[in-house]
């Protein structure tokens, strides 16, 4: 029997990918260490798993409550909205969905028809894609370059612009770069999107992990009715909240309308139990985020110390989220071993050093290899030593 077309247009996550063959590696005894992570290597505040204890004792919230998100949690997003990314949003304008990423697929299909265009700005999150192509859009790339520290400007986004574009998707501190964009080149972007009247997805994960100069501001402090932004984020990074799924979208009341719809007939409302431990994390501050950076931004400053003495391996100064990407097209061009990609040298890595990276494939760009330093110090710097080694062998 048929089945959807999908199935040939959708991939799977590919940073999962990575993860699954290092915990194979793992189970047969390996010394693998995994540079693939996507999450923060920290347990949740301990205050987050008492208000979840406390939640689970409720019988109340045994029971199905409202499909966008408990009242008390949404006005907690609201209230600290407007505190760290400065704008004003009624709480009726927030969506509670299963992570950010639940949240980003709703999103793709209360906005997009048949054959709309969707800009994704390359390298980007392995996400961004797929889930424009299950809504039925078609993901238009611009590709970045690293001379330019990954970032687009308007020339670039003006050469791909048709009258189908309806939707750049937007991602500063970026995953997989960790480059931030300044104020005025984001704004320089957002003026464009709003002339013409395009949609962005601003998608807000990291934006309490930016460890030099400024975070990049959101479009919503322009646009602060919500006529063309539409606003991704959750605690799942900056609370090492990851497990828990929770994320939302912010949008205005006509995409929160078919949002809400949408996630009705989907999933209905995220686990209360999760939607309280999220509000207590909101509620209590920045402090253990803040504990995280710290921790971050040492092993950043080692990681990039570390690659700058690593034969032709270079890498841009990403300054947020906990990713470095790591130019690694020296060694891809079939001189060394079999090596024609950085997928091969991401499998030759972990297969013969047990060092996990993911390849830079995953995210839209052979020659690179993005590394997550969201695992111990220790780790990290036996890691690094180990593909310290590995080049050299490759050398010679
Ligand atoms: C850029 C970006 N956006 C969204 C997400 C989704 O996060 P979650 O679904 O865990 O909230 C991730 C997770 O890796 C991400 O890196």
Redesign the pocket.
């Known amino acids: 029997m048929e089945i959807s077309k999908l199935d040939k247009l959708i991939k799977p996550s590919g940073t999962m990918a990575i993860s699954n063959k290092a915990r194979e590696l793992k189970s047969q005894g390996k010394p693998v260490i995994g540079f693939g992570a ?2 923060p290597d920290f347990p949740s505040p301990e205050y987050v798993v008492e208000a979840a204890k406390e939640a689970i004792e409720d019988p109340k919230n045994h029971k199905y409550s409202p499909v966008a998100g408990l009242a008390s949690l949404r006005n907690e997003i609201a209230r600290t909205t407007l505190e760290y990314s400065g704008f004003e949003i009624d709480p009726n304008n927030i969506l509670v969905s299963n ?4 949240a ?1 697929i709703t999103c793709m299909l209360a906005i997009l028809n048949p054959s709309d265009e969707v800009i994704i700005p390359a390298p980007y ?1 392995t ?1 961004y894609p797929e889930a424009v192509k299950i809504a039925g859009g078609n993901p238009i790339f611009i590709q970045s370059t690293k001379e330019q520290d990954f970032k687009i400007d308007v020339d670039m986004l003006e050469s791909v612009k048709t009258d189908k574009t309806k939707l750049l998707i937007w ?1 500063s501190p970026s ?1 997989p770069t960790g480059v931030v964009y300044s104020k005025e080149e984001a704004d320089a972007i957002y003026q464009w999107v709003f002339d013409n009247n395009i949609w962005i997805m601003s ?1 807000e ?2 934006e309490h992990l930016v460890y030099e100069g400024e975070n990049t501001p959101s479009p919503a402090l322009i646009d602060k009715n919500l006529n063309n932004t539409l606003i ?1 984020n ?1 605690v ?2 900056a609370y090492s909240m ?1 497990g828990w ?3 939302w979208l912010i949008a205005n009341n006509e995409v929160m309308g078919l949002a809400k719809k949408i996630q009705s007939q989907a999933t209905s409302n995220v686990s209360n139990v999760s939607q309280l431990a999220a509000e207590s994390a909101l509620k209590n501050g920045l402090d253990v985020t803040k504990e995280m950076k710290i921790a971050f931004d040492r092993r950043r400053n080692y990681a990039i110390k570390k690659l700058e003495t690593i034969d032709n391996l270079s890498v841009v100064n990403g300054s947020g989220a906990f990713y470095l990407y790591v130019d690694v097209n020296f060694y891809c061009t079939g001189k060394f071993l079999n090596i024609n990609s950085s997928e091969d040298f991401c499998n030759w890595l972990i297969e013969n050093y047990f060092i996990a990276f993911v390849p830079g494939e995953v995210f839209g760009t052979n020659g690179f290899m993005r590394l997550s330093y969201a695992l111990s110090d220790q780790e990290l710097e036996e890691g690094l030593e180990r593909l310290a080694t590995a080049i050299n062998d490759l050398n010679g």
């Open positions: 996507g999450e992570g950010g990423k639940q980003i999150w996400t991602c995953n998608d994960l990291y991704i959750g799942s990074k990851t799924r929770v994320g």
